[in-house]
């Protein structure tokens, strides 16, 4: 069997690693991964530490370079322009064809940049693929005003690393631009929000919020000013796009794969074409678009067994996910809704006023999801809670043992709120 | 939400930099640093005559101090506590704000200062031997032989007396019991003078050591080879005591004497601290020292610590393997969600500290 895989992501190698580990003869499975982005894999979440300067490039790699020739995958650096879903086969930028009996199509994510926003001006960027790093850094030089549109994880990073990496720190000013009420207010319930929001302002961030950004104003193709909504002007010389990412779909659909707002497939990740696989961020199950890293990692996995005749349809399993604003930890398990409130969560607060978790419930009582800031998780816990339909009095009860805290960690002594 | 954050970071990202500065990735000034360095130990331990420019200096300080005039071991300790006490400020004031590090950065300069040179100047004082509370076999090997074992139990002096014990129940007691009870970071991370200095003067090239395979194999070439050397010589000595052998006294002595030159001075100083912006802080920590083999032995074999790993939340980042300093590939276990138990791991807590998504937990509870 040929497998073709393209998009050398998380998703894209974890499906090409897991089938070597499922099919350890080279002969009977050649696997062959392209990619535009980077030559070897590496990890996308660890990019803002190669900007901050506390990685290389080469640290974000998980797996030696000289591992790939052993584990008999075949990587290609290189554009695919065009796919034949009907033939499986793909074209790329020197004009070669590549044919396949599987296609696995991981294309990820592009920037969703609105069209009001005129991000080919010189000072304006993107942060999401690895010559972003360059570019950021290029504009970031000499820059004293940097705005970053948008309140998401992506802005979050960017603001650490313009803490970080601006060179003139005490005369220059960091500038979020968030539509919501707080950061990261699309996900986190209001209370959580606003602690974000602080805490990027403790940090030296300004974070502008019910605001959005309309036009990027500029003087001979450079960017010197960001207009809001509110009608006001922020001085700019260094901009980041940071208003969400939507799947890369460009390829699928030029090929005549069906797609909607990712390519469409069923629970087993086959699109409409037979032999042609979509999986992680640019796929679209029938539970919806998932842009996650974890959900690339797990779908990479799930689709080398269905490649391989060895598994069915894919169950999503309890959501998780992390992140960190600046030093402020926030990881999550299950469901708890951005309109979390006393009706259907109970939130403890720590005495600090900064650490909280929140465990939302169902009607019945029984944990459902829970999240935290400033406090790290174990996972363990949480799924046993969430899965064996623990009561919330239960759980809070038992909070610490849900605490994955380092050694000597100041306890958490929770006031309900 | 207006008391002051109590988890903060000044500047984000506490280690932001460390790949930009070439003094610290093994640029020309890495070099220069280096040979500095390792110019300095050749000094102490071969040509001491060229450091006296340096030491005349310092009689003042060791009259007062030890009675005495300077030696260039005065010199040697004077700067060794300097540059634990001065990095270790460093040190607090970029990991400081979380509690591990703090108890264990002080705890480190404090038995630096009190244990490794106010106390032995004090005795020297007195007219006693120098002795280092905080060292002792194997990597002190000394303390075990019999020459000076059944010399200083005999003593009429009780504190003499007391001193041999000392070192005999650190190892017959307290290594295998606080090593079960808390792994070998215990000494090696709280401790021990080695890893002091490399906790803070070396804090800035620890991303140095590598992760290799290779490297790892290369380890346990040498250190367990070096922990039976030492052992057997120990063994020797005390069987040529109870039964005097003057051709084996000799092969003994001589084989101490190779000892001390390749493990204690080339290997410990010259490499193991020279060596530190080109190979990283914890060289002699991982690939010599024989309380590090022996310690390694027990943590692996009968201890409680290990690090415990949040199954899934990895995000493959590489802060842990860049920043441990034994040249653990701590991501190769934390992607499989596997629970760390390395003899090499000196408990440090860095890797714990620099993960983004709160995955590693260095712990010895039950």
């Known amino acids: 069997m040929n497998v073709l895989i393209i998009g050398n992501g998380i998703a894209g190698t974890s499906c090409a690693r897991m089938l070597r580990r499922l099919q350890p003869d080279h002969a009977s499975c050649r696997i062959t991964m392209i990619s535009e982005e980077a030559p070897y894999h590496f990890s996308r979440p660890a990019m803002m530490y190669i900007s901050t300067g506390q990685l290389t490039l080469e640290h974000t790699k998980p797996f030696a370079d000289a591992s790939w020739a052993q584990q008999g995958i075949a990587l290609m650096h290189g554009r695919v322009t065009a796919l034949d879903a009907v033939g499986r086969s793909c074209t790329l930028d020197d004009g070669r064809v590549l044919a396949a009996d599987v296609m696995v199509l991981a294309t990820g994510s592009v920037p969703s940049v609105p069209a009001h926003l005129d991000a080919s001006l010189r000072g304006v960027v993107t942060y999401m693929q690895l010559a972003d790093v360059q570019r950021l850094n290029d504009v970031m030089k000499g820059a004293h005003h940097a705005v970053i549109i948008g309140g998401g994880l992506i802005a979050a990073e960017c603001a650490e690393i313009f803490a970080c990496m601006m060179e003139d720190r005490d005369s220059s000013t960091i500038t979020c631009v968030v539509r919501e009420d707080g950061f990261y207010g699309n996900v986190l319930p209001d209370h959580e929000s606003m602690i974000v929001t602080e805490h990027l302002r403790r940090h030296g961030v300004r974070v502008v919020t019910n605001t959005e950004a309309v036009r990027l104003v500029d003087v001979d193709g450079r960017v010197t000013m960001v207009e809001l909504s509110n009608g006001t002007h922020l001085p700019a010389d260094c901009v980041v796009v940071a208003t969400g990412v939507r799947p890369n779909v460009e390829l699928a659909s030029a090929a005549g794969i069906r797609c909607d707002e990712g390519i469409l497939t069923d629970a087993s990740f086959r699109t409409d074409h037979p032999g042609v696989l979509a999986i992680g961020d640019c796929a679209q199950p029938p539970w919806g678009v998932r842009q996650l890293w974890y959900t690339g990692r797990l779908h990479g996995e799930h689709a080398a067994r269905i490649v391989l005749g060895q598994a069915g349809a894919f169950t999503p399993t309890t959501d998780f996910n992390s992140a960190k604003f600046f030093d402020l930890d926030w990881s999550t398990y299950g469901m708890v809704p951005r309109s979390s409130d006393a009706a259907n969560s109970r939130l403890l607060i720590d005495r600090d006023g900064v650490r909280c978790i929140r465990l939302a419930h169902n009607d019945a009582g029984c944990v459902v999801g829970i999240h935290a800031l400033g406090v790290r998780l174990d996972q363990r816990v949480c799924e046993k809670w969430i899965g064996g339909r623990v009561h919330v009095q239960a759980a809070i009860a038992d909070i610490s043992s849900v605490i994955f805290d380092a050694e000597f960690t100041p306890s958490f002594n929770a006031v309900t709120a | ?366």
Not at chain 2, 199 to 208: M, N, V, W
Not at chain 2, 255 to 264: D, M
Not at chain 2, 328 to 339: F, L, P
């Open chain 2, 1 to 366: 939400m207006n008391q002051p954050i109590p988890i903060m970071i000044p500047k984000g990202a506490s280690r932001s930099g460390t790949m930009l500065r070439p003094w610290r990735t093994r640029g020309a000034s890495a070099y220069a640093l280096a040979l500095v360095m390792t110019l300095f130990y050749v000094c102490v331990y071969w040509f001491p005559g060229v450091l006296d420019v340096l030491v005349r200096p310092l009689d003042g300080s060791s009259q007062m101090l030890r009675g005495r005039v300077a030696d260039q071991w005065f010199l040697y300790g004077t700067l060794y506590t300097l540059a634990v006490l001065i990095m270790g400020v460093r040190m607090l004031r970029r990991d400081g704000h979380e509690r591990y590090h703090r108890y264990r950065t002080l705890v480190l300069m404090s038995v630096q200062l009190i244990a490794a040179y106010i106390l032995p100047s004090m005795l020297a004082r007195s007219g006693r031997g120098e002795f280092y509370f905080s060292y002792f076999w194997p990597l002190k090997p000394e303390v075990m032989f019999p020459s000076s074992m059944t010399q200083m139990m005999s003593s009429p002096d009780a504190l003499t007396a007391f001193m041999s014990w000392w070192s005999l129940a650190l190892l017959v007691i307290a290594t295998p019991l606080l090593t079960y009870l808390y792994g070998k970071r215990w000494y090696c991370s709280w401790v021990c003078g080695c890893g002091a200095l490399a906790e803070t003067a070396g804090d800035s090239f620890r991303h140095l050591s590598s992760s290799s395979d290779r490297s790892w194999k290369l380890e346990r070439m040498i250190i367990y080879p070096v922990f039976v050397i030492i052992t057997v010589i120990t063994a020797l000595l005390w069987y040529e005591h109870a039964n005097p052998h003057p051709a084996l006294a000799e092969i003994t002595a001589s084989a101490n004497r190779i000892y001390g030159f390749v493990i204690g001075g080339l290997f410990s100083g010259v490499i193991g601290v020279g060596f530190y912006p080109l190979l990283g802080s914890r060289v002699w920590c991982r690939f010599g020292c024989p309380m590090a083999a022996l310690l390694g032995i027990l943590q692996k074999g009968a201890s409680r610590f290990r690090i415990e790993v949040n199954p899934t939340q990895c995000i493959s980042c590489g802060n842990c393997t860049t920043y441990c300093e034994m040249g653990i590939d701590v991501r190769s276990y934390a992607e499989r969600g596997e629970t760390i138990k390395r003899a090499s791991c000196v408990g440090c807590g860095v890797c714990s500290s620099v993960c983004p998504r709160g995955v590693l937990k260095v712990t010895s509870r039950v």
